[in-house]
């Protein structure tokens, strides 16, 4: 009789451990040559016709001056006022957008410090940087490039200074040719306040060719046409893989939007560059959350109205495998949490 409850016990345990990994465990995403995809119909609909029309932008706090497409639109989607909130955060951000892609402009202050100094604290305190001497010139001045290759998203970004501020233009890269020409026009019209002059921007060439092999590559459209398994999500700069999901896509639909960038996995790393935005590895209770798994390509999830307890009931997508599902964890599952001291009912 005692073997047979110890039979009933091992049974039992093992049922359990597998029902745990099930609900807890993450799936193996189909990378490599299944990265990402978008039907021929869709890619047809975007028009990559080069851009004849441009206006100038004049920030009228900061000074600098940038040239963007005429029919595209912006935003300043971080700003923060004076005396600032948090001065190693981003300051300002404007967001470009357009049928053609969408590019961040990012405004931190310098805090005494050149650039290499800059992101070199920089590399410490969020994303590591993979370069930090200058290999580039904008507006005349040392700056740095680089090509951020992820496994779902590639970005492009410059950073560049005039002692006061740091600067970083961040393209989001789309398959659309047009839109890298559109990145590249901004950086050679861009002039910065102690100058009010303009120099075409000097790149180098293995980062320009590595942008280019990446356009034929993404699985962005047009942030101006972003729809992910019947869902709509206009200005979303997230792919949804072949119309199959992804994980980064969902969160920034259900979140209401969010100023993250890349790889789910880089996520966690950029929330001090977000003045409002918090980070955790409890949950933040009475607010919504994005639950985070570090990796590459990591894993986000969207975990609505947390209120406290030891498991959560997350809503989601997987890259390339899943539409969307929710499923119940425990609370210590993930790796960590974000989210926004302005929560919105």
Known sequence: MKKFYFLVIAIFVVLLATLTIKGDSLPNYPLGEQ?????????????????????????PDYGLIITYPAEWEFNITIDQSIPYSDSLAVVRRLTFFGQEGLIDLDIWLANGLDLVEWLERYGETRNPIPITDPNATVAGDKAVAFFESGQTIDMLAVFFTDRKYVYRLWYTVTQNEAGLLV?????????????????PAVLPDDVLMKAQKATGESGVV???????????????????????????????????GVPFRGDAGTWYSQVPNYPTWRRGRQPCQWNDNIAWWSGSPGHVAFLPYFTGGTTITVSEMYWCTSCGHTRTISVTNPKGYMWTLYYKK
């Open 35 to 59: 990265r990402c995809g978008v039907s021929d119909v869709l890619a047809a609909s975007i028009s990559s016709e080069p851009i004849t029309k441009w206006q100038d932008y004049e920030d």
């Open 183 to 199: 990145y590249r026009h901004m950086l050679d019209t861009i002039s910065l306040p102690d100058k009010k002059v303009t120099e």
């Open 222 to 256: 047009s942030p101006l046409v972003s729809t992910c398994c019947g869902y709509s999500s206009p200005g979303n700069p997230f792919p949804c893989c072949s119309n199959k999901g992804n994980c980064t896509w969902w969160v920034y639909y259900k979140y209401g």
